[in-house]
């Protein structure tokens, strides 16, 4: 009797632990009364990596994809890491471990296939994004080619999207899209977030089609621009670790502390592996 009442005691005792960090890991929305405001830049130093080629001509409808993108001999160039005057994109920077806040405004993550590219959120940027865990990422075909009667309704796309850590990558989803018009709506899962698991997303069909997306547990988050300059407003008071994050270049982070009504600044600097 004794050790089943232990037993029990236990499976009770994990349960609650169980309950108790999924109720500390659930962001509730709340108003925000003098939030503080974070902004910075991000730069990049040393040699910029030139874009990958990827030969048009070894891909489908290589004339159609050809429209963006190109040097104009037949080759897609896929710039994977962009410097502007020294400025660098296509990093996000995020916060984590905000468990209140501004409301969360990010219910599903949009990509389109537009000329034979990922569009990430409406064109927020070509190269990066951010998902929720357990929340929707929607693709959809913009393509057609009414010069081949074979494209004339939809330019075939294979959107297939992985979970990857390092080296190692799992299959989320993988389904063809071969209408313009036509979307793909998944949940997203990711079996690793913890240890720093991203989604990856690539097209079967063209290699040179690809995006990466971290995942955000909250809405303090920012695509950075052209310009490497990002501002994440309505942050309640606190220290907080600040992450930015390059698919390329890897992560960096910086804590930092926020007063009511504050406004902090962050700096980033990466550099070429």
């Known amino acids: ?22 109720a500390v890991q659930a962001y509730e929305e709340i ?12 730069s990049f130093k040393g040699a910029v990596p030139p874009p990958k080629e990827f030969e048009f001509a070894k891909f489908p409808q290589a004339e159609f994809c050809g429209k963006a993108d190109s040097d104009g ?17 296509d990093v996000v920077v995020f916060l984590e471990d905000v468990e209140k806040g501004k409301p969360m405004k990010l219910d599903k993550t949009e990509v389109t296939a537009d000329t034979c590219r990922f569009l990430v959120q409406g064109g927020a940027s070509q190269f990066v994004g951010v998902v ?8 959809t075909n913009l393509d057609a080619d009414p010069s081949d ?15 990857k850590l390092g080296a190692s990558s799992t299959t989320i989803f993988n389904l063809p899209l071969p209408t ?9 899962k990711l079996r690793k977030e913890k240890k720093g698991s991203i989604l990856y997303l690539e097209c079967d069909q063209h290699n040179y089609m690809n995006a990466y997306f971290t995942p ?14 990002f501002s994440i407003d309505q942050i309640p008071p606190g220290t907080y670790e600040v992450y930015a994050w390059h698919p390329i270049l890897g992560k960096q982070e ?12 962050a700096e980033f600097v990466f550099a070429a592996k």
């Open 254 to 265: 910086t804590n930092v502390t926020f007063t009511a009504g504050g406004k902090e600044k």
């Open 216 to 229: 955000v547990q909250n809405p303090y988050y920012a695509i950075v621009g052209k310009d490497g300059s």
């Open 180 to 188: 313009k018009g036509g979307s793909i709506e998944k949940k997203v």
């Open 132 to 139: 929720l865990n357990k929340g929707l990422i929607k693709v």
């Open 31 to 42: 108003a925000v009364k003098n939030g503080a405001t974070l902004t910075g830049t991000v």
């Open 73 to 89: 001999k037949g080759h897609r160039l896929l710039k994977e890491v962009s410097v502007n005057d020294g400025k660098l994109s």
């Open 149 to 163: 009667p074979k494209a004339a309704d939809g330019v075939l796309h294979n959107p297939h999207s992985y979970e």
């Open 1 to 22: 009797m004794k050790r089943d009442r232990f037993i029990i005691g236990l499976a009770v005792l994990g349960a609650a632990c169980i309950m108790g960090a999924s």
